[in-house]
């Protein structure tokens, strides 16, 4: 037989991430981007991590894990173990019996029964209708004023100094950004606001407050918890095969308190945080980050930035955008906010989802952007604290010397 090239492209074509997944593991659940699956590779928890980004066809555990994640050959190929040499062969075998694999290289059905090993009646996945990626619209109004803001605001001195000077924020700084305490939630509340309102508030676990409430509800409480968690790895465990772990107080500790919340369902409008900095005239540069936190350590140090905290969220380029202000409603896409920056640095958390996710934006904001990440430590907040940033960025000169007065 000839060399010819295996038609990877042509079952790309026809064979959706999201149909072959769909086949072999358990839904967890979807949102914008696509799906997650509880992920076989490795003991998932509570929820599944293997996330399918569904326009870009593409398959990721966010977990730390064996499986590097991939296209359909390559979840296919890890999957049922196949063997690398032969991997492609399989796969065709799985998803169509080899039907397009025969026609791309015109086998008689002997010829395409001996390729395929005189095995080809296992093909199970369905081809779903033709994609039509069709753009995501995002509605961008505030959904609060600022009253509720300053209600957290004025807790901040009782509650939430100390935390924020241990990150190394100025006071400054603080009150620059507006952040604050909910004493309801007894969480730091940092708010995400422009002149035109308040998008969003997200609460950050107050650690100490935690650690004590946890001790206060006492052993037997704890151990309930335990086995709840313990009963669904179980459960989990059967599906797939793996040894599942024994929970820990830790595990408990992250379920009743997570570390991040964000407002009660649908009360909260994603949108750049600090966005203000962009509409300010032209700047040669801004920092992108995935973390409010990141961008208020680099403002501080007079680096312009901007925060997008959700990776899933991030519009894509032909994604539409709906922006509201004064009643007033514009129609802009993605790259159309960034237009006054020469520049755009996208900053990366130092892990592999992170570089993943920095990836997906440099896509959606085109050229003039680049992906960075510090040198060592996880993120930009983490490196602040050991390191100045002049360290880790000594071709980018600060351009906000003169600028926050608050810094
Ligand atoms: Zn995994």
């Not at 039907?99 to 009646?121: E, G, T, Y």
Request: hydrophobic residues 35%; proline residues 5%; negative net charge.
């Amino acid at each position: 037989m000839q060399h010819r090239e295996f038609p990877f492209k042509e079952y790309k074509q026809h064979f959706r991430m999201l149909d072959v997944a769909d086949t072999l593991l358990d839904l967890d659940r979807t949102d914008s981007t696509g799906a997650f699956f509880f992920c076989p590779f490795h003991v998932d928890g509570e929820n599944g991590n293997l996330h399918v980004h569904d326009a870009e066809d593409h398959i990721k555990c966010f977990s730390p894990c064996q499986f590097e994640g991939g296209d359909i050959f390559d979840l296919l190929t890890a999957y049922f173990n196949f063997d690398p040499d032969t991997a492609h062969y399989d796969c065709a075998r799985y998803l169509d019996g080899g039907h397009l694999l025969q026609a791309a290289w015109q086998l008689s059905n002997d010829d395409l029964a001996r390729v395929l090993r005189n095995d080809f009646k296992t093909a199970c996945v369905k081809k779903s209708a033709t994609r039509v990626i069709r753009p995501k619209e995002f509605i961008i109004k505030p959904p609060h004023d600022f009253k509720q803001l300053r209600v957290y605001e004025a807790n901040l001195e009782q509650y939430g100094v100390d935390y924020w000077l241990g990150r190394g924020l100025t006071y400054e700084t603080m009150r620059h950004f507006h952040l604050g305490y909910d004493t309801e939630t007894h969480r730091h509340v940092i708010p995400n606001c422009n002149h035109v309102g308040v998008y969003g508030f997200k609460r950050r676990r107050d650690d100490e407050w935690a650690r004590a409430d946890l001790r206060q509800r006492g052993m037997a409480w704890l151990n309930d918890m335990k086995n709840g968690i313990w009963l669904r790895r179980l459960e989990r465990s059967e599906k797939t095969g793996l040894e599942p772990a024994p929970p820990t107080d830790d595990d408990v500790f992250k379920k009743v308190y997570p570390k991040f919340i964000w407002g009660r369902a649908q009360e909260d409008t994603m949108w750049l945080f600090n966005e203000d900095r962009l509409l300010n005239g032209k700047l040669l540069y801004v920092f992108l980050t995935s973390a409010e936190v990141d961008t208020i350590t680099l403002e501080q140090a007079g680096y312009p930035s901007v925060a997008w905290a959700s990776d899933a969220q991030f519009p894509d380029q032909q994604d539409i955008i709906y922006y509201t202000f004064q009643g007033k409603s514009i129609k802009l896409h993605i790259r159309d906010v960034f237009r006054n920056v020469r520049q755009i640095y996208i900053v990366a958390d130092n892990d592999e989802s992170g570089l993943a996710a920095a990836h997906r934006r440099c896509a959606a904001l085109g050229r003039n952007s680049e992906i960075v990440s510090t040198p060592t430590e996880k993120d930009v907040n983490d490196y602040c604290r050991q390191h100045a940033i002049a360290d880790w960025l000594p071709h980018v000169p600060p351009a906000l010397w003169s600028k926050p007065a608050y810094a």
